[in-house]
């Protein structure tokens, strides 16, 4: 079946340390995004990518990378300038273009805990 | 600067119909979206609305008015598994920005 992959479901960091967050899709979607989403609120768009090879700063991307090689993976590193960590993270992606009418599939998220 | 409102929380009993507003300021408007999330659990889509007027799926409808910048979710017939948070959503060119959410609370 087609989907999103979001991995580890659960991940620690201790200070000082980067961590990356792994973001794999088989749907052959162009767009792919990255949303941190604290207890209680919405979601917050940290980077987003339309196409291979290019990627965009969303409203809270101090603190975090990625990289998007391939078509299928968009990989987030969460690095120690990013002090507060703590949340839940997820990716999503949706066919290319500006409309909003194809949604976006999100993966199942993974929750990032400070040691 | 864009921003979207809707209530934090709605209960509602089994069996009901239940609306949840969202109002929305925005640069670049294409649609309002509607999106479902349960505790712990990944958002799924509902419904959008690129256009005035009322879309109906099921048990969900969703009313946009681009003129008021106004949009709603309807619920009918409620049931606990509708119990969760909803989250409308304004796509602007490759972005969409997302409210901060209602939770919807169903009592029997």
């Known amino acids: 079946d087609g989907g999103i992959t979001q991995s580890p479901k659960y991940l620690f960091r201790k200070e000082g340390q980067n961590v990356t967050l792994s973001c794999e899709q088989n749907l052959n979607h162009d767009a792919m995004y990255w949303y941190r989403q604290d207890p209680g609120q919405g979601l917050r768009l940290i980077y987003y990518?339309?196409?291979?090879?290019?990627?965009q700063k969303g409203d809270i991307a101090e603190g975090y990378s990625v990289s998007r090689e391939k078509k299928e993976s968009f990989p987030l590193t969460v690095t120690s300038a990013q002090k507060n960590p703590t949340a839940f993270y997820l990716c999503a992606s949706k066919e290319g273009g500006r409309a909003g009418n194809q949604p976006q599939h999100f993966g199942d998220g993974t929750r990032l805990s400070i040691l | 600067g864009q921003s979207l409102e809707q209530p934090s929380e709605v209960t509602a009993v089994e069996g009901a119909i239940v609306q949840i507003n969202c109002t929305y300021q925005?640069?670049?408007?294409?649609?309002l979206s509607w999106y479902q999330q349960h505790d712990g659990g990944a958002p799924t889509f509902l419904s959008y609305?690129?256009?005035?007027g009322l879309e109906e799926t099921g048990r969900f409808s969703s009313f946009l008015s681009r003129s008021d910048s106004y949009g709603y979710l309807l619920l009918q017939e409620l049931q606990m598994k509708d119990s969760a948070s909803y989250f409308c959503a304004v796509t602007g060119g490759f972005k969409t920005i997302f409210g901060a959410g209602t939770r919807l609370f169903v009592k029997a």
């Open positions: 609305n690129a256009l005035d």
């Open positions: 925005t640069s670049g408007f294409y649609g």
């Open positions: 990518s339309q196409i291979v090879n290019d990627f």
